[in-house]
């Protein structure tokens, strides 16, 4: 159980570390200096990460991952839609 909370309090700080940059280009409408590239490949790196969290059962890594992966997902569809 303590490993768990462990999971989600870690998986949220990462999460929430996300959030300045997405609210930032949400509000200013500028991604000028968000790389696709790297945006791509955080994305892919997220999805994977879902992937795993699956194929071990680990709710920690399932939800906080899906989260952020939803929050890339966003600053990516910015950036292309910000260009």
Known sequence: MLIDLL??????LITIAL??????SWKTKSTKDISVPWMIL???????CILYG?????????LTTIVEFLMALSLLVLKVRFR
């Open 19 to 24: 959030l300045p940059q997405v609210l930032k």
């Open 54 to 62: 699956v194929g071990i059962a680990s709710m920690p890594i399932i």
């Open 7 to 12: 999971g989600y309090v870690s998986g949220g």
């Open 42 to 48: 955080y994305c892919t790196g997220l999805f994977l």
